[in-house]
């Protein structure tokens, strides 16, 4: 009888009796950074666990508010990013007969409301590792005890599960290199979990809209004609995204534009916001290798292991993982006026302003273009690395809190593994960046831009 709840029960003294709760199960699956309906677990489960399902998504005003550096946490681009990846769920789940309840606010409020309002059970969703994710997390789960619900956390977001890992979090090795051989060697990584194909919900007498730019206080972006990729969010464009790089790139041939290798795949606004699960792309390119009998995923399969890397960097570090605080600033300089010149793009260094006026107008760059301007702030002008790590912040099409502050600290010889540290020496590139354009889309060295 999997349908029976206890809810008097939860914390029963001697005088109370506990009667079971006859009524349906109602399970509020409360989406984040997971917005797809395939390889989706606290959906499944909660088809599987209760009678109805409720999905819930919150635009929390918390992430379009101004840092503590006055930097906006969301910028115009990734702001539409997210919206049409949230049109797009909501657009999947009626598909399969369901409905998602959009709302602006802040979660502890509003969960516990609907929760009442729905008389809802038990409320799913997927644990994060970032320490500003995981104390809303925390404050919805105080919210929701005191109206006796269980907020119940599951593991989705990585590669390999952690279940599945050949150690304990605690004892995660800290060198990449070290972590990625014992992970290959004794880990595997689960199969997807079926996509649901119906979806009973309560009746919703009132789902929300989808809030404009305006209402989350940012403008309307301007498309930038020179922009190569097209990002636009959701799980349909994701998988899309995902299908394409099998027919268009290098790893069925095994090189890229003008015969040169270019394997950036561009999945990581999707993967950001789990329009698309990492498992996902692992067994797209093994089914991909198997149909075409290719071996060309190694860089790919090396560069989600990063992704995994950083994310069990924050879940066993948590604000720890900086290890300490190496800010040294010139004396004499102008930290302000030098810190506007690298974010405008106008420090007189060719690749680094490319890079960031390309950053500006599109909302993305390559790895390569990262480390650079990363380094070029943190090695060269010397000045807070965390004032670089918000403004990408803000900027970032893909930005992922363990990702982006993860690079950051690493390229600023804060991570826990500095031994790897990939920032590029500058000077030995600068003869040929001189000659690049004002806008790089794609570069790498040796590469001709088309
Ligand atoms: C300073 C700095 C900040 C960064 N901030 C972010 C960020 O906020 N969000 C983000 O997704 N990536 C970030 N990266 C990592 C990396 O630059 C991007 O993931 C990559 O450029 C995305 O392009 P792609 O999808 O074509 O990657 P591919 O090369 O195709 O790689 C596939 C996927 O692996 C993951 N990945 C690749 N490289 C890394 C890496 N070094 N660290 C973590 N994951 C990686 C991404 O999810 C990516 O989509 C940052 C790197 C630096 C140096």
Redesign the pocket.
């Known amino acids: 009888m999997s349908n029976i709840s206890y809810k008097s029960c939860i914390k029963p003294n001697k005088l109370q009796i506990c009667v079971p709760d006859m009524s349906e199960k109602t399970i509020l699956v409360w989406f984040r950074n997971d917005l797809r309906i395939h390889d989706n677990e606290i959906l499944l489960e909660a088809i599987r666990k209760a009678d109805k399902v409720l999905p819930v998504y919150c635009f929390d005003p918390y992430y379009f508010q101004k840092s503590a550096a006055g930097i906006p946490k969301t910028g115009s681009l990734r702001a539409r990013f997210l919206l049409e990846s949230v049109a797009d769920l909501r657009k999947n789940l009626r598909a399969i007969g369901s409905e998602l309840i959009i709302r602006i606010g802040n979660p502890t409020e509003i969960l516990p409301q609907l929760a009442e309002e729905y008389e809802v059970n038990e409320v799913y969703h997927h644990r994060e590792v970032a320490y500003e994710e995981t104390d809303i997390s925390e404050q919805v789960e105080t919210a929701l005890w005191k109206i006796r619900l269980n907020l119940k956390h599951f593991i989705g977001h990585t590669l390999y599960h952690k279940e599945d890992l050949p150690f304990p979090i605690k004892d995660i090795p800290d060198s990449f290199a070290i972590f990625k051989k014992k992970v290959e060697r004794d880990s595997n990584v689960r199969p997807c979990i079926a996509t649901p194909e119906n979806i009973v919900t309560p009746a919703i007498t009132n789902a929300g809209e989808l809030p404009t730019l305006q209402q989350l206080g940012l403008d309307e972006p301007v498309d930038d004609p020179r922009a190569t990729t097209k990002f636009a969010g959701g799980e349909t464009t994701a998988l899309a995204r995902l299908h394409e790089y099998f027919v268009n790139n290098p790893i069925t041939a095994g090189k890229g534009r003008n015969g040169h290798t270019d394997?950036?795949?561009?999945?990581?606004p999707w993967?950001?916001l789990g329009c698309i699960s990492m498992r996902q792309v692992h067994w797209a390119v093994i089914n991909h290798e198997q149909e075409t009998h290719t071996h060309h995923s190694g860089?790919?399969m090396l560069?989600?292991l990063?992704?995994d890397y950083?994310r069990f960097m924050f879940k066993k570090h948590g604000k720890k993982f900086f290890k300490t605080d190496n800010t040294q600033t010139l004396p004499d300089k102008n930290q302000d006026e030098l810190f506007k010149n690298w974010k405008n793009g106008e420090t007189g260094i060719p690749f680094i302003d490319a890079s960031m006026h390309e950053l500006n107008a599109t909302g993305y760059i390559?790895?390569f273009s990262?480390?650079m301007v990363?380094g070029y702030l943190v090695n060269d002008l010397q000045l807070d690395w965390k004032k670089g790590?918000a403004y990408?912040?803000e900027k970032?099409v893909?930005?992922?809190p363990a990702?982006?502050w993860?690079?950051?600290a690493f390229?600023a010889g804060l991570g826990q593994d500095t031994r790897d540290n990939r920032y590029f020496n500058m000077a030995k590139y600068s003869n040929e960046l001189e000659t690049r354009s004002d806008f790089i889309s794609t570069w790498l060295p040796g590469v001709e831009i088309g």
């Open positions: 394997h950036s795949s561009r999945l990581s993967l950001s860089i790919l560069e989600l990063w992704r950083f390559s790895n990262r480390q990363a790590a990408f912040e970032l893909d930005y992922s990702s982006n993860g690079n950051w390229i």
